[in-house]
């Protein structure tokens, strides 16, 4: 069965602060695709990066970054110098649902404070 | 990015009375789109996907006659609750896909609906 695990709910911090969100999937697909939205109070999906399988270098896109480790099957991102802009909640999601949908973990809400 | 135009944004509507919300890919034709739920503080639900031309494949669990879907063309799928109940306000959000499977997904604004 196809899964995404993010084991981590609620996350808080300052301001300034590094923060790595985590992301397990699951998949018996040899080919598939990895998401991560972000979600804002105002409801919206904000589509950040789409990475396939078979490309397994990080990538980095300002303050973002993303680490994709297949041997371990986690794609988590990274949050550099937290800015209270990027409040929101973030999901990580899989493809290769039986529709071709997208698979969604829990999310996690990250509060960045003043 | 393509764009995914759902509305309305926002709806209150009384038990018993039927909602219709659209979804439209303005500047791209999606010959798949998906329908997802979103209760508070959870995660997406797949609840049915859409595809232009046939009948809807609805998720196990989802009343096929309670949320109608229609997709008649390759810009256009609407969603219908009918017969609204309380227990139907949630957050819906549709999706279009460009290409085939594994492209990336665009997502409309979403939907609150609220029955009172």
């Known amino acids: 069965a196809q899964k995404v695990t993010q084991a981590q709910t609620e996350i808080s911090v300052v301001e300034k602060e590094d923060v790595t969100l985590d992301c397990v999937y699951e998949t018996r697909d040899t080919t598939y695709y990895l998401f991560w939205y972000k979600q804002p109070p105002s409801g919206e999906l904000v589509f950040l990066i789409r990475r396939n399988s078979f490309d397994e270098q990080n990538e980095i896109s300002g303050r973002y970054s993303w680490n994709f480790q297949k041997s371990t099957s986690s794609f988590n991102f990274t949050i550099t110098a937290s800015q209270v802009v990027d409040s929101a909640v973030y999901f990580c999601a899989l493809s290769g649902g039986s529709q071709g949908n997208l698979i969604f973990g829990k999310g996690t809400k990250l509060s960045v404070k003043p | 990015g393509a764009v995914v135009s759902q509305h309305p944004s926002w709806v209150i509507c009384k038990s018993g009375t039927s909602v219709k919300i659209e979804c439209r890919s303005l500047?791209?034709?999606?010959?798949?789109m998906f329908w997802y739920r979103q209760f508070p503080k959870q995660s997406l639900m797949l609840m049915a996907t859409?595809?232009?031309?046939?009948?809807?494949?609805?998720e196990q669990g989802v009343e096929k006659d309670k949320f109608l879907i229609n997709h008649a063309s390759l810009t256009l799928s609407t969603l219908t609750v009918t017969s609204a109940h309380p227990e139907d306000s949630s957050f819906y959000i549709c999706s279009a896909r460009r290409g085939g499977t594994n492209t990336e997904a665009f997502f409309g604004q979403g939907t609150r609906l609220t029955v009172v």
């Open positions: 500047d791209f034709q999606a010959t798949t």
């Open positions: 859409s595809n232009e031309g046939s009948k809807a494949t609805y």
